[in-house]
């Protein structure tokens, strides 16, 4: 999705009764970031619009990206954010052998979830298709792709092949390296 450098075209301010609405659906779409939601969205805080090619709007508060939208998508937590707040979102590992290709911008596809040293929760805590979930490293602290699962995690481990996520914010992508200031 964000493959290439990324030179913001247009930057604006954001009503405050937006912010209270684009808050709300946060909220909604990821219920953990409630604990955290002063930190991330203070209620004063003034919240900036950077328009993105592709049709995608990212939202910034002091030039600290939060989360972007596509124009027909919900709301996606920035990897930065989501590095701070890590338990915000729901997560599944790739194995090792998967990461060099996630970190190009490749397709997330099923075996690098469900062979050893991937991980996708049990049934109980599945994650249906549409779902925004952080992608971790097998052996690796950090979050490095966050995207929409287009099949839930019940299905991935039942036909274990197939595409996951077609698109998604990587780290070293435009938007990882995109400078506000």
Request: aromatic letters at 6%.
């Amino acid at each position: 999705m964000f493959k290439k450098d990324i030179p913001p075209s247009n930057r604006s301010k954001v009503k405050s009764s937006v912010q209270r609405g684009l808050r709300q659906k946060l909220l909604e779409t990821y219920p953990g970031l409630e604990p955290f939601i002063e930190d991330v969205m203070p209620k004063k805080a003034s919240l900036e619009a950077v328009k993105l090619p592709e049709r995608v709007t990212l939202y910034t508060i002091d030039s600290t990206p939060l989360f972007f939208q596509p124009i027909d998508g919900p709301p996606v937590p920035h990897l930065r954010l989501i590095h701070q707040y890590p338990s915000a979102i729901p997560t599944i590992q790739i194995d090792r052998g998967a990461i060099r290709f996630v970190l190009s911008g490749a397709t997330l596809m099923a075996p690098g979830l469900t062979s050893p040293g991937g991980r996708l929760p049990d049934a109980e805590h599945a994650i249906e298709a549409g779902q925004i979930v952080a992608v971790k490293a097998e052996g690796k602290e950090e979050v490095c792709l966050v995207g929409m699962l287009k099949v839930g995690t019940e299905e991935i481990k039942s036909k274990g092949k197939g595409v996951v996520m077609d698109e998604g914010h990587y780290l070293g992508d435009g938007l990882w390296r995109m400078h506000l200031d």
